[in-house]
C-alpha cells in the first residue's frame, strides 16, 4: 500500500529555516516524479516545488524560488524527498504536503498527482 508521510514542519522566526521530509514506501516510487504544495488558510493548495524521478529537473513556484530547494533520495524501497526552506517569511505560512505525480514531471495541477501525504504545519511568526 502506497503510503507518503510528511515531516518537519514547525513554528519558526521569519528569517528562519525548516527542512521538510517526505518519505514514500510501499510502491516504486522511484520511477516518479514528485512534488511539495502548501494550502494557507482560507486559500487554494498551490505548488511550491516539483522535482524529476532522477533529481535531474527541478522546478519552483516564483515566490520560493531562491529560498527553497527540493531534493530526493531514491533509496531501494523508501524514496524520502525533502524541501529545504530558507529566509522563511509570514506568507510561507501553511500545511505543506507532498505529493507523486506517475505520469507527468512533477510540476503541474494537483489533480495532476496520484497519492497525496497527510501535510505538516509550517508557521512563520512575524
Known amino acids: 500500500q502506497a503510503q507518503l508521510i510528511a515531516s518537519g514542519g514547525g513554528l519558526v522566526q521569519t528569517g528562519g529555516s525548516l527542512r521538510l521530509s517526505c518519505s514514500a514506501s510501499?510502491?516504486?516510487?522511484?520511477?516518479?516524479?514528485m512534488g511539495w504544495f502548501r494550502q494557507a488558510p482560507g486559500k487554494e493548495r498551490n505548488q511550491v516545488a516539483g522535482?524529476?524521478?532522477?533529481?535531474?529537473?527541478?522546478?519552483?513556484a516564483s515566490s520560493v524560488g531562491g529560498r527553497f530547494i527540493i531534493s530526493r533520495d531514491n533509496a531501494q524501497n523508501t524514496v524520502t524527498v525533502y524541501l529545504q526552506m530558507n529566509d522563511l517569511k509570514p506568507e510561507d505560512t501553511a500545511v505543506y504536503y507532498c505529493?507523486?505525480?506517475?505520469?507527468?514531471?512533477?510540476?503541474?495541477?494537483?489533480?495532476?498527482?496520484?497519492?497525496w501525504g497527510q501535510g505538516t504545519q509550517v508557521t512563520v511568526s512575524s
Open positions: 510501499g510502491r516504486t516510487f522511484s520511477n516518479y516524479a
Open positions: 505529493a507523486v505525480d506517475k505520469r507527468g514531471t512533477g510540476w503541474g495541477m494537483d489533480s495532476e498527482f496520484d497519492y
Open positions: 522535482i524529476s524521478w532522477d533529481g535531474g529537473s527541478k522546478y519552483y
